[in-house]
């Protein structure tokens, strides 16, 4: 019988807005279908009428949003790291969050949530506003064709949810080995005007990305965006 294949998020086949991921495929072993079944939903966090205070679910005092999470890499060592930290993974991809799921059991760490799926929708009205740290948009899909930059995620609409879920003082740490997204994403920045921007040399866990673009020895942009 051939092994079941890793399932895209109902939420995300019949979407509203436009993606800002690409769809993907795969097979998944035994051991990844367990954890999708019985581990995933144990992290999950869930819409409801009264908006989620992650810091207050976890009790924690600070929360980061790891959004589109990848692998996974980030998020597990931001969350063993800093035990203090809430961290929110992302992703409409399977794989990275499973890793994460599996991890996070084996290593009895309480401090994760995931969301599978869009985390636009997570970020329009699923978080209480004004609770979250900081939002962590590490390599996001570079989208490097013309016709395809619509699909950013770095936009005036996104700005203005991060904007609003952002605690007074939280910030957004953005990072991509695309020179021509990182000019276009500072303009969009620099335009929405509510974010001191600074090009300072922060320090974070690397991610998949990360790696692979140091590997290749591509140049690498960052900026933190400061609610003011
Ligand atoms: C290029 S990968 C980078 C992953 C990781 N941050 C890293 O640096 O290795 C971008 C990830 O963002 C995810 N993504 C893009 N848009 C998303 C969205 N709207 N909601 C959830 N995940 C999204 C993609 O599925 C993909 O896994």
Redesign the pocket.
Known sequence: MPSPIYPQPDKVLEHPHI????A?QGRMSARREFALNELLPKFEISRSDSPLDLAEDLDLSTVIV??????G??TLELATRNPEVGVLA????TV?LLAIVETATEQSLTNIRT?H????DVFIDWLKPSTIDEVHI?????WPKARQHKRR?INQQFLTLVFALLKPDGRIIFATDNDEYFESATAVFSEFKRFDVRFDDWDVPM????L?ALSLSHNISQLSARKI
Do not use: A, C, E, K
């Open positions: 993606r800002t991921f690409h993907r790891d959004f589109g999470s990848g692998m890499l980030h992302i992703d409409v991809h990275g969301h799926g869009d985390g636009i590490l390599f996001p899909d570079p995620l991610t998949t990305y990360h692979r």
